[in-house]
């Protein structure tokens, strides 16, 4: 697993991502993060089309319906944490919002493993937060 934090503009965690680049059948295979993206999201993405370089390059997107995105690039923004409406935003909410909806609606156990691969990395307002409150410790 890589060492450096690499965030997507939601707060999503690309180098913990499982279909993020440098990770693909590093951290699990594709076969595995199918079914668990299909049994704990309820999507299901063809095992071809696993494979993403992170929101804040060019290339391929795993999710290329993201509202997020082209609204943080129209700002030119680092994240959504820089963004002035970051409180008020109804946008952001539709991808650093939805693990909580999820473990809701998920009624089984979920095992350390399963956390890390495939939930802490999308735990995006969590990790926009402690972005804010490091800028802010450092009166940035």
Not at 103 to 110: L, R, V
Request: hydrophobic content about 30%; aromatic content about 10%.
């Amino acid at each position: 697993m890589m060492n450096k934090k690499i965030m997507g503009f939601c707060g999503y965690r690309c180098d913990l991502c499982p279909a993020y680049v440098k990770n693909v059948d590093i951290l699990a295979k594709k076969t595995t993060i199918r079914k668990a993206w299909n049994t704990f999201f309820g999507f299901d993405v063809p095992e071809e089309k696993i494979l993403c370089v992170g929101c804040n390059k060019i290339g391929c997107h795993l999710d290329t319906e993201c509202p997020v995105r082209p609204c943080a690039q129209s700002k030119n923004l680092q994240d959504c944490s820089f963004c002035d409406c970051f409180e008020s935003c109804e946008i952001l909410p539709l991808r650093a919002d939805i693990l909580d909806e999820i473990k809701k609606k998920y009624d089984k156990a979920i095992s350390k493993e399963e956390y890390e691969l495939f939930f802490r990395p999308y735990s995006g307002r969590e990790e926009l937060k402690k972005q804010r409150k490091t800028r802010c410790a450092h009166g940035i």
